[in-house]
């Protein structure tokens, strides 16, 4: 690696820390170097608090040290007022001499006016170092951007033979037939915390009544959405009950109850589903169920990622799990389960 290229990595590492905290914001680091010496760090820690930069800025105990400095910067600063000021006003303020910046915000109100400006106040701007890495960071930011849709994590578990879940109609009572063992769910409620929502039909709720948290994973639990087109599932679930934010999208009403909120939607196609979760500003979306559901996202080919867990044990008989036509890029086995990781998307 280049010097540009270790500086920037560290700042790539500095983003990371900011997890889930930063909701719909992106994950941005920077990193402050003067005489090949890293004279300050920062990163964005919480959605609506201060950015990486100014984060950085800060950290310098000498501001006059800032004078003919370098900034790294994993995306392009801001140049509108959100809920901060404009970002690239305090780079210029603080006289950088250099500004190297991982990738263009795909944000229309960033997009290339952070880099112009800095340009502008005749500050050197560098672009494009270790960029797909930065992509990859970002991924669930520039997908709501750049296709006005969130991003899209599917995520099952399937037996050996390939069912889901036995026949319902073969049963006489309801519950979770478990598939995988007990330790993977703490890595399934860890990528739960990972996402902003999670997605599930209501035949998930009224088989299962689970209560789509992170009880198993110390990490903040996603807004739950459920499909129920006819408002079948029953009142008492979980969802409904224990005070979470939830999203019902149907085809008869809308209203709120407590925390519980019902959107009427004309249809509930995957595209119709995806264009009222980009108006409610949901970033990304774990749909974990049930197979109808899971089948429809698939084939209307309107999904990013992929988690398929395969437990040994056998159904038999049952219902078949969703299939992809997509080799997995990688496979983990965990304990007495594999886990089969796929993407369905590029930068």
């Known amino acids: 690696m280049n010097p540009d290229e270790e500086y ?17 914001n992106p994950l941005v680091g920077a990193v402050i170097v003067l005489n090949d010496r890293i004279i300050g760090e920062g990163y964005h820690q919480k959605y609506g608090e ?19 400095a370098t900034i790294y910067v994993t995306l392009e600063p801001c140049s509108h007022f959100g809920k901060t000021p404009p970002c690239a006003d305090l780079l210029i303020r603080s006289e950088f001499k250099r500004v190297v910046i991982a990738q263009i915000d795909p944000f229309s109100e960033v997009s290339g006016r952070g880099i112009e400006k800095l340009k502008n106040a005749g500050i050197q701007v560098d672009c494009g170092i270790l960029e797909k890495k930065a992509q990859e960071l970002n991924k669930r930011f520039i997908t709501f951007h750049s296709k006005k849709r969130p991003f899209i994590t599917l995520k099952w578990a399937q037996t050996k033979d390939g069912f889901i879940d036995l026949d319902r109609s073969e049963e006489q009572e309801s519950g979770i037939n478990w598939i995988s063992q007990p330790e993977t769910q703490m890595i399934t409620h860890e990528i739960r915390s990972t996402e902003q929502a999670i997605l599930v039909g209501w035949r998930t709720i009224q088989n299962d009544n689970p209560s789509l948290t992170t009880r198993a994973f110390n990490g903040p639990n996603p807004i739950r959405i459920i499909i129920d ?3 079948q599932a029953s009142k008492e679930a979980k969802v409904f009950t224990d005070g979470l934010k939830t999203f019902v999208f149907n085809l008869l009403e809308d209203q709120e109850v407590n925390e519980v909120r019902y959107i009427k939607l004309k249809d509930l196609n995957p595209a119709s589903i995806l264009e009222m979760l980009f108006q409610i500003n949901i970033h990304s ?55 089969n990781y796929f993407q369905n998307y590029a930068f």
């Open 285 to 339: 979306v774990l749909v974990e169920g049930g197979a109808s559901t899971l089948t429809h996202f698939i084939q209307s080919d309107l999904w990013d990622e992929a988690l398929v867990i395969t437990g040994k044990n056998e159904f038999k008989s049952g219902l078949k799990a969703p299939v992809l036509s997509k080799n997995p890029i990688k496979t983990v086995q965990f304990g007495r389960d594999r886990l």
């Open 50 to 68: 201060a950015h990486a930069e100014v984060n950085a800025v800060n950290s310098v105990k000498d501001p006059a040290l800032l004078k003919g």
């Open 229 to 231: 087109p006819q408002l």
């Open 8 to 24: 920037m990595l560290r700042a790539l590492q500095l983003a990371k820390l900011g997890g889930a905290a930063t909701k719909s």
